[in-house]
């Protein structure tokens, strides 16, 4: 069956000396496609939202502490005999949240600071504090710009775009629903 077509077999040529017109020195392309712009934006943007979530989350972390240490200082200056004025404006906040500061951390006995000392360190506290929430407010708004900027183009759905940013598809609706785009 295969006896007389075995004997006419031929070896294959090497490559490059085929008849196809390229001859033996024809190019070949050996590297690597360029990728699509669409998937190239993609991850990006998912990129971006990883890193403004952590950003958003070491943020949120040092306002709960700067928020914390505010309300004890605030309670020790009560309890050493400072008045609620004073710390009010110290803290820049209103004189019924030291007060409620106080009553929260009542258990505490007199430090023996200066009235000076604790004004100092309560309004370098309240500083540091507004700060930390600035900043946190800051990567809010960008990753605001950032899910609306990708919903605009459609580069992913609500249900991706809230498993990258951590917030839930009705808040991401709920905060780029009117969004201007900045174009920086």
């Not at 024809?26 to 993609?42: E, F, I, L, N, S």
């Amino acid at each position: 069956m295969h006896g007389k077509e075995s004997r006419d077999w031929t070896p294959p040529r090497p490559a490059g000396t085929g008849t196809d017109g390229a001859g033996a020195g024809a190019y070949r392309y050996r590297g690597v496609p360029k990728p699509d712009p669409a998937t190239v934006r993609t991850q990006q943007a998912l990129a971006m939202l990883a890193r403004l979530r952590t950003t958003i989350a070491f943020r949120s972390s040092r306002v709960r502490a700067l928020t914390a240490e505010l309300g004890d200082c605030v309670a020790q200056a009560l309890c050493d005999g400072v008045k609620v004025a004073a710390l009010a404006q110290a803290a820049g906040q209103p004189a019924a949240s030291i007060r409620s500061a106080g009553v929260a951390r009542a258990g505490l006995y007199p430090s023996g600071q200066s009235r000076s000392g604790h004004l100092r360190l309560i309004a370098g506290l309240a500083a540091e504090l507004a700060a930390a929430e600035g900043a946190r407010s800051a990567a809010e708004e960008e990753r605001t710009q950032v899910l609306a900027l990708a919903r605009k183009a459609r580069l992913l759905d609500d249900y991706q775009l809230a498993g990258a940013s951590g917030l839930k598809s009705d808040e991401i609706r709920k905060i780029t629903r009117g969004v201007g785009l900045r174009v920086a």
